[in-house]
């Protein structure tokens, strides 16, 4: 059982070439009381090599590693909440950078707000900053907004990505993300979302991490992950459809659902929809987002 508070895991894949950045932004911390968790998720570029010669060096923090073999962020992300043994833990990509004071400002918040005795909190969501411009991604919080959900805060208004930190017990509470046979990519969102179901988090106006997306990373080839993971893309629109609001949200949702099922060849996804009626309304424009996404993977 670690004595630390926080656990910051990073998922990595083939990013040596990164990682020194985010490591080095650990060591800056101001507070050094987490622990930082390496989940490899089948690298081949020395990325294990490289942790091990941090791992015997005087960090002020420990560093766990695990190696697992390739299947996906998400599955990752499964094996880090099993081995998380802190209160609370956030994720920093192997791209990203902590950003200064992050870890002081966290705990901070969580014992200042009394976060341990509201047991309807889940955890903190704070600011991402462009790290090129430091310029906040979208936008902060309403000074009246003390606790949201994570969609609460885009039904209001608000946009672009957030850093969140959540408590480890109620990320364990949430079924692990799917794992579907010869894919590797499901929407992190999935645990997210459900957790909006049943708990708030604390806002706060400080950026805790700052990021840089990767030309490599997933945000640039989602056509072609559309075409790879098609069982994985239509779970979450499932999922999407069980939780929307809005008839515009749950058509936009069909709809893709549609064209994933398609993809996966999946013959009864009618049935299978929560929203079958509006599913198979939505058959001829989910062929045509079908065409559409193959067209464009191509290119």
Known sequence: ?????????TPAYNRAHTLPRTYESLCRQSCKDFVWLIVDDGSSD???????EWQTRDNGFPIRYIYKENGGMHTAHN????????????????????????????????????????????????????MNTGKVIGTAFPADMTTTTLEGFYASG????????????????????????????????????LCDQLYRLLTINRV???????????????????LRNPRGFAFIRVQNMKFNKSFRRNARDCVHYVSSCLIAREKHFVRKSPKPVLTWFSVPAGVLLTLYIRWRAKR
């Open 46 to 52: 020395g990325t294990r090599a490289l942790v091990e």
């Open 208 to 226: 805790l991490c700052d990021v840089e997306y990767q030309p490599d990373g997933s945000s640039h080839s989602m056509f072609r992950q559309y």
């Open 158 to 193: 608000g946009r672009g990505d957030k850093k969140l930190v959540y408590r480890t017990d109620v990320m364990r509470q949430m079924p692990p993300y799917p794992v579907f046979p010869g894919e590797k990519y499901i929407s992190l969102g999935y645990k997210y979302q």
């Open 1 to 9: 059982m670690d004595t630390q508070k926080l656990t910051v895991f």
């Open 79 to 130: 094996v880090a909440y099993d081995n998380i043994t802190t209160e609370l833990n956030t994720c920093i990509d192997s791209d990203d950078a902590l950003a200064e004071g992050a870890v002081e400002v966290i705990l901070s918040l969580w014992e200042r707000a009394g976060g341990p005795t509201h047991p309807e909190i889940a955890g903190i969501i704070g600011l991402d900053a462009d």
